[in-house]
C-alpha cells in the first residue's frame, strides 16, 4: 500500500523566512513518482514538481527547492525568503503502479502554510 | 500544453437532485482520469478511477450507483452525484493522464475543481 506522511499540519513564517515542508512516504514499487502541489484558496491545485524514483538529484527552481533522500524516504520541500503569496496549503503526493496496472496517486494530508507580512 | 477544463467551477442544487461535473482534456488524450474529493481542510481522496471506453473503478466506500462515471471519449469523463444530499457537498477535481501529455506535469493534470453545495 501506498503512504504519504506530512507531518506538519499548519506553519506559519515571518514573510522572507525560509520554511521547510517535510514529506515522508511508503511504498513497495521500485518505480515511482513523487510530486508536490500548491493549492491556494481559490481552490485549484497547481503543479510544482514531479520526481523519478530513480533521480534523486536535488533541485531548485528560483526560491523552491527539493530534497529526495530515497534512504529515508523523504521528499522535502523549501521555500527561501518565503512570501505572503506562498501562503496556502501544499500537498505532497506518490504515484505507483497497482495491481490493476494503472497508477494510482496517494495524497499526504496536506500542509497549510501561513507567511505573515 | 496538458489543460485540462473542469466545469462547473461551483454548483449549488437541492436535496434529491442530480449533478452533473464534467472534465475535458484540451489539448491531449486522456486514457485515463481520476476523480477526487476534498472535504474542508482535508486531504484529496481518490473516488474512482476510469479508462476511456471502460467501466470505472471505484475505490472502497465510494458508492458506484451515486457517483456515477462516464469516460466515453478520450477527451471527456464526467460526474454525475445522483439523488444528492448536504453530505455530498464537496470539492470534487478531476485529473487526466495521457500517453504523451506534454509539459512539466507530465501524465497528471488536475481540473481547477468544482464545489458542490447540496442544501
Known amino acids: 500500500a501506498q503512504k504519504v506522511t506530512q507531518a506538519q499540519t499548519e506553519i506559519s513564517v515571518v514573510e522572507k523566512e525560509d520554511v521547510t515542508l517535510d514529506c515522508v512516504y511508503e511504498t513497495r514499487d521500485t518505480t515511482y513518482y513523487l510530486f508536490w502541489y500548491k493549492q491556494p484558496p481559490s481552490g485549484e491545485l497547481v503543479f510544482l514538481i514531479r520526481r523519478n524514483s530513480f533521480d534523486e538529484q536535488n533541485e531548485i527552481s528560483g526560491r523552491y527547492s527539493w530534497n529526495f533522500q530515497k534512504s529515508t524516504s523523504s521528499f522535502n520541500f523549501t521555500i527561501t525568503a518565503s512570501q505572503v503569496v506562498d501562503s496556502a496549503v501544499y500537498f505532497c503526493?506518490?504515484?505507483?503502479?497497482?495491481?490493476?496496472?494503472?497508477?494510482?496517486?496517494?495524497f499526504g494530508i496536506g500542509t497549510k502554510l501561513q507567511v505573515i507580512p | 500544453g496538458a489543460v485540462v477544463s473542469q466545469h462547473p467551477s461551483r454548483v449549488i442544487c437541492k436535496s434529491g437532485t442530480s449533478v452533473k461535473i464534467e472534465c475535458r482534456s484540451l489539448d491531449f488524450q486522456a486514457t485515463t482520469m481520476f476523480w477526487y474529493r476534498q472535504f474542508p481542510k482535508q486531504s484529496l481522496m481518490l473516488m474512482a478511477t476510469s479508462n476511456e471506453g471502460s467501466k470505472a473503478t471505484y475505490e472502497q466506500g465510494v458508492e458506484k450507483d451515486k457517483f456515477l462515471i462516464n469516460h466515453a471519449s478520450l477527451t471527456l469523463s464526467t460526474l454525475t452525484v445522483t439523488s444528492a444530499h448536504p453530505e455530498d457537498s464537496s470539492f470534487y477535481i478531476c485529473?487526466?493522464?495521457?500517453?504523451?501529455?506534454?509539459?512539466?506535469?507530465?501524465?497528471?493534470?488536475f481540473g481547477s475543481g468544482t464545489r458542490l453545495t447540496v442544501v
Open positions: 503526493a506518490l504515484s505507483g503502479r497497482v495491481s490493476t496496472g494503472y497508477q494510482k496517486v496517494t
Open positions: 485529473s487526466a493522464r495521457g500517453q504523451r501529455t506534454q509539459g512539466a506535469n507530465y501524465g497528471y493534470t
